[in-house]
């Protein structure tokens, strides 16, 4: 019977255990989605006062310092995973230096100049993982 009882405290240990690790990840994955939401919102407008190369790796940078050590490891390897498409686009923007406004309208600027459709790809890789951080989101919620 002692045996039994002991038993039966490890696997409700563990249980609680479990649930408390998942609530952990799931208010990880909200904290960095809203702290995003928030960047995000800043970055569409930084680059009316400053260049699109310092608007996306000001953006980047904040968000590579999220503190990401609670969220599951798939969540966490596919929002880094889009913060490299968007480090990725620097390259692309370098030649718009000057390029001030909000920054949807200066990608469609850029977008129809793209020529060898480097930008639009590059946008494309940025939508595709985010695509990811929602499915590994989905499995949270």
């Avoid at 998942?22 to 407008?45: F, P």
Wanted: net charge negative; with cysteine.
């Amino acid at each position: 019977m002692k045996k039994l009882i002991i038993l039966f405290v490890i696997v409700a240990s563990c249980i609680v255990k479990d649930a408390n690790q998942k609530e952990k990840q799931v208010e990880c994955i909200h904290n960095i989605l809203e702290q995003d939401s928030l960047l995000g919102s800043l970055r569409n407008h930084a680059c009316e006062v400053i260049s699109l190369e310092a608007t996306i790796l000001n953006y980047t940078d904040s968000l590579l310092a999220l503190d990401y050590s609670n969220c599951p490891n798939a969540f966490t390897l596919a929002f880094k995973s889009h913060i490299l498409a968007w480090q990725k686009l620097i390259p692309e923007v370098e030649a718009y230096d000057s390029l001030r406004g909000e920054m949807h309208e200066l990608f469609d600027v850029i977008t129809a100049e793209d020529i060898d459709s480097s930008f639009t790809l590059g946008i494309k890789e940025i939508w595709s993982t985010w695509d990811s951080v929602e499915y590994y989101k989905s499995k949270f919620d």
